[in-house]
């Protein structure tokens, strides 16, 4: 009952239908002056951008459409995105931002979780505003780059309320780094925070990634003792000696880099993630400096699940990706998603409001308690 409704309001549905039909009749007949015949199969109205299906002559090679995507953009009056060819489609695909945003709230991901699925949270809807979800074990790190208000920070605030509403402080312990001092503090009376403070300072960092790295080690003897090959089978064996997972976020991983010894914690952070999936810990590490100077090769090798929000350029995309595509974005949550294969998801928008109802609620019950 904290968290606000969404609403699908019609009138903006209507609107957004009218936009797309306008400009894809404008990229049909801009195909066609190159002499490249498509008709339009369909039309998809998803939460912040619409997916233009075309039917293309066979005898018309794909990559001619490509060598005109830039006049394809001024016909559609804005930036867009190909599919050439749509995912397990022969259709092509194009991507256009809507008109206007119908925003789904944190509430909506939340309610199409189950008790009983182990996917505990909704990393975002896609085109038909179903919902994508994960369990954090699944990941088993995850790295989040992109520009100032593409959508970082709301995202990790509905990770966080997620895990608020979906798991006890037994199941799952955080560990929340944010050197701004304002993104995360929020959360200083949440339940579930290891040592139950903020990491607010680079030196702060280093001391718990060092404590991390000793407790990785001390959970690779149990499980050695026990024979067990993770936290998961040492779980069910023991359930009255539970070990919670460890989430550990960092909201601006460039940042890291301030402190004395910065290499030594980088080090570290590498090996943690490296090694430490089997006993249950994992790394959210996010960037608004997605360059090859802050996530560098051997970040990317132990972070296989990416999300890229808006970046700048082609360059920042492959970088954070290995694919292009997160430079023709509209922003405000708009994200793609990677593990192997790239798709598109809107993220569940939390308000400050919401945060700060649902942190005074865990504040007061827990003084009760």
């Known amino acids: 009952d904290l968290l606000k409704d969404s609403h699908d309001d019609e009138d903006v549905r209507a609107e957004n239908e009218q936009n797309a039909a306008e400009i894809a009749e404008a990229i049909r007949k801009k195909l066609e002056t190159f002499g490249i015949e498509v008709t339009l199969d369909e039309q998809t109205i998803g939460p912040c951008y619409t997916l233009l299906s075309y039917n293309l002559d066979s005898k018309t090679p794909v990559a001619k459409i490509s060598s005109v995507s830039g006049d394809l953009e001024m016909a559609a009056r804005g930036g867009i995105r190909l ?22 709230g944190v509430k909506e991901g939340i309610k199409t979780l189950s008790p009983v699925d182990e996917n505990k949270l909704c990393f975002g809807f896609d085109i038909k505003r179903e919902a994508f979800r994960k369990s954090p074990d699944s990941l088993p790190n995850l790295l989040i780059g992109g520009t100032t208000g593409s959508g970082k920070s709301v995202f990790l605030h509905s990770l966080i309320m997620q895990i608020a509403y979906n798991y006890a402080p037994q199941d799952i312990r955080l560990v929340l780094m944010d050197f701004k001092r304002v993104e995360l503090a929020w959360y200083k009376k949440l339940p579930h925070l290891v040592k139950g403070e903020i990491i607010d300072e680079p030196e702060k960092a280093s001391e718990m990634i060092e404590k991390l790295t000793a407790e990785m080690s001390k959970r690779y003897r149990l499980l050695e003792e026990n024979s067990v090959r993770n936290i998961s089978e040492y779980n069910e064996l023991y359930p009255q000696r539970k070990l919670p997972m460890i989430l550990v976020i960092i909201d601006e991983y460039a940042d890291i880099n301030q402190c004395d010894g910065a290499k030594l914690t980088e080090s570290r952070i590498m090996q943690l993630m490296r090694k430490s999936r089997a006993c249950g810990i994992h790394f959210v590490v996010a960037t608004q400096r997605p360059s090859v100077e802050v996530i560098k090769g051997d970040i990317k090798a132990n972070i296989p699940s990416r999300i890229a929000m808006k970046v700048p350029s082609n360059i920042d995309s ?17 994200f793609l998603f990677s593990d192997g294969t790239v798709c598109r998801l809107q993220s569940p928008y ?14 007061e019950n827990n003084k009760n308690e």
Not at 320 to 325: E, F, H, K, T, V
Request: zero cysteines.
């Open 318 to 334: 492959r970088n954070i990706l290995d694919a292009s595509g997160a430079e023709k974005l509209s922003g405000k949550g708009d």
């Open 83 to 104: 599919l050439l060819p749509i995912p397990g489609t022969d259709k092509i695909g194009v991507e256009i931002t809507n008109k206007r945003r119908s925003t789904i």
């Open 350 to 363: 939390v308000s400050p409001e919401e945060i700060k109802d649902v942190m005074k609620w865990i504040g």
